[in-house]
């Protein structure tokens, strides 16, 4: 059975930073494409970065939603079966239940998701 595992979100102050991590079983985590997605109050899903299979044997293959360029990174350990985002420089429309997903863009499934939260 899948399972991910979010963990790590909280409230912030903008400008914060905070670093989510993602415990996966289930299935071969090394070789799927994991995603970050979120989903602001009242609003829909969205995806915010994406992370290939290749990146565990020195590939590139990091995406990411424009709004989180440059402060957003995504990473994977695959002996660890983790996926972690580090957010930087928060601000208050990145506040969202943020959701570890597997495979490409919103996925195919989902953990039960983290609450993040930016306010002064």
């Known amino acids: 059975e899948v399972q991910l595992v979010e963990s790590g979100g909280g409230l912030v102050q903008p400008g914060g930073s905070l670093r989510l991590s993602c415990a996966a079983s289930g299935f071969t985590f090394s070789t799927e494409s994991m995603s970050w997605v979120r989903q602001a109050p009242g609003k829909g899903l969205e995806w915010v970065a994406i992370?290939?299979?290749?990146?565990?044997?020195?590939?590139?293959?990091?995406y990411y939603e424009d709004s989180v360029k440059g402060r957003f990174t995504i990473s994977r350990d695959n002996a660890k079966n983790t996926l972690y985002l580090q957010m930087n420089s928060l601000k208050p429309e990145d506040t969202a239940v943020y959701y570890c997903?597997?495979?490409w863009g919103l996925g195919d499934r989902r953990g039960q998701g983290t609450q993040v939260t930016v306010s002064s």
């Open positions: 997903a597997k495979g």
């Open positions: 992370i290939s299979s290749s990146v565990g044997t020195g590939g590139s293959g990091r």
